[in-house]
């Protein structure tokens, strides 16, 4: 594959950056919270992405019908890794993981309903997946849904149960929700709903990460679901959630960051003196380096065969054939590019010496405190997205040929 971009893939690029300089703000671009932070979480992020839906840059991949532009995935590539590197807001859930699969599979009460607000950014979304016996292994989760009829005969499900690790559920509207229709039947009993995050049943408590990031545990009870709000065919949420796991792992972990963390590293051992010697000629920290910038080409270029095969899924879609998603290069660069990233982050404490400890953004520290901070933010990476042991498991089996048990 041809890992250079075109000329007018580059051209888009070129605009892309114009723009953030002409909006650049401390307070939507900060490249000291890594990627899992980078979210909508403030009136001024969310007044930036807006701004990006007027230049018609939300969206880009989706069919014209629904208010895309039909154009190829490498530009939301571009987009989504130029906002990563300055540390902004991604385009991520609304657009990648409940656009595109409420487009393949929703409604069209769903769709007039939900994707005129995503390509406007007047709507943010919660995923909620993972439970406290149910993370990486999504299929076990147990929210129990029932049907349920109201006292003026609304049809619907009664939601019931516990949710945690759901980072936007104190800001989001609404919650993209897998529930257990069918404890009968791990894999074909899962159900997709959406819901509204301000319902009376639902309480949401934070729990706070080693990086400093809020996330969510969300108890929910005796909630009504209408059918109107189920998404898909009951029972096949799974698949769902499989589909958009794929554009998770992805776009979660783009690689701008750990690019812009390597060269702060590079920055740092071209500079230092240490011991009346420049850091730079020291063998063991030249080696370090060396292998540093070689797997982090790795990296690039697994997140653009990715790319290259989500295209080839698009051209596919488009010319009405069926081709699996790329799940097993999504897990291939999920895997690789989080735990480079904290084999980064080790080297940079590591190099960085005893004052690497000093918090971010503490100035006389070693690289401005951002190896304490990416030390903690990368263990949280290697979880996010489905854990690595998950991803080598994928790998095995649809990559290799192995048996599920092996």
């Not at 936007?168 to 709903?193: C, V």
């Not at 065919?233 to 499989?242: H, K």
């Amino acid at each position: 594959m041809d890992f250079n971009f075109t000329p007018e893939q580059n051209a888009f690029l070129d605009e892309v950056e114009r723009f953030l300089d002409e909006h650049d703000d401390p307070d939507v671009f900060d490249v000291t919270r890594e990627n899992m932070a980078q979210i909508v979480d403030t009136p001024k992020r969310r007044a930036f992405m807006k701004e990006l839906g007027h230049k018609g840059w939300l969206g880009m991949t989706w069919p014209k019908e629904y208010g895309g532009s039909e154009g190829e995935g490498v530009y939301e590539f571009l987009l989504n890794e130029a906002l990563a590197g300055r540390g902004g807001p991604q385009i991520g859930k609304g657009v990648g993981i409940i656009g595109k699969t409420l487009i393949a599979h929703g409604s069209d009460f769903l769709k007039a309903t939900f994707l005129p607000m995503i390509l406007e950014n007047d709507v943010e979304f919660a995923v909620g997946y993972s439970e406290p016996n149910a993370g990486s292994d999504a299929a076990s989760m147990k929210l129990k849904a029932e049907r349920h009829v109201t006292a003026d005969g609304q049809e619907g499900w009664l939601l019931n149960g516990q949710k945690t690790w759901t980072t936007s559920a104190h800001f989001a509207e609404w919650y993209w929700l897998g529930t257990r229709t069918d404890p009968e039947n791990k894999h074909q009993g899962i159900t997709l709903m959406l819901v509204p995050l301000d319902h009376e049943g639902i309480d949401i408590r934070p729990i706070w990460t080693m990086g400093d990031e809020r996330t969510n545990e969300v108890w929910i009870d005796n909630v009504f679901v209408p059918d109107d709000y189920v998404v898909g065919e009951v029972n096949r949420g799974f698949q769902y959630i499989s589909e958009a796991l794929d554009l998770e792992r992805f776009t979660m972990f783009t690689f701008s960051p750990i690019k812009q963390r390597l060269d702060v590293l590079t920055d740092y051992v071209k500079e230092t003196v240490r011991d009346g010697e420049p850091l730079k000629d020291d063998k063991v920290t030249r080696q370090q380096l060396a292998q540093l910038h070689t797997q982090a080409e790795v990296a690039r270029c697994l997140g653009l065969k990715f790319v290259a095969e989500t295209m080839k899924v698009e051209e596919a879609t488009k010319a009405g054939h069926r081709r699996p998603p790329p799940t097993l290069q999504s897990s291939e660069y999920k895997l690789f590019a989080t735990e480079y990233s904290r084999r980064l982050a080790n080297a940079s404490m590591d190099i960085g010496g005893p004052g690497s400890q000093l918090r971010v953004k503490t100035d006389d520290a070693p690289m401005a405190g951002r190896a304490e901070s990416t030390y903690r933010y990368t263990v949280i990476d290697t979880i996010g997205g489905g854990a690595s042991e998950i991803q080598k498991n994928i790998i095995a089996r649809r990559g290799m040929g192995l048996p599920k048990n092996f």
